[in-house]
């Protein structure tokens, strides 16, 4: 997954947002995840379905675009 341009080429690009991510670990690739315990926290999430993938409604949509334009 592009973590870097994470707004334009996933969220825009597809209308979906990764929610749920854990609050104690930093949004970045696993693989700059280097404690066990953030790995299994992350796994755990996903695999319980708390961090997970949502379609974006148009309007969520409509006002990413325009925050994101705004603040590049």
């Known amino acids: 997954m592009n973590y870097p341009n994470y707004t334009k080429a996933i969220v825009l690009s597809y ?3 990764l929610e749920g991510w854990p609050t104690t670990i930093p949004f970045t ?13 992350l796994r755990d999430a996903l ?6 993938w949502r379609t974006m409604s148009r309007s ?13």
């Open 15 to 17: 209308s979906v947002i």
């Open 29 to 41: 690739s696993p693989w700059n995840i280097h404690t066990v315990s953030d790995m299994r926290a």
């Open 47 to 52: 695999k319980a379905g708390a961090c997970a």
């Open 60 to 72: 969520e949509l409509e006002s990413t675009r325009r925050m994101w334009s705004v603040g590049k």
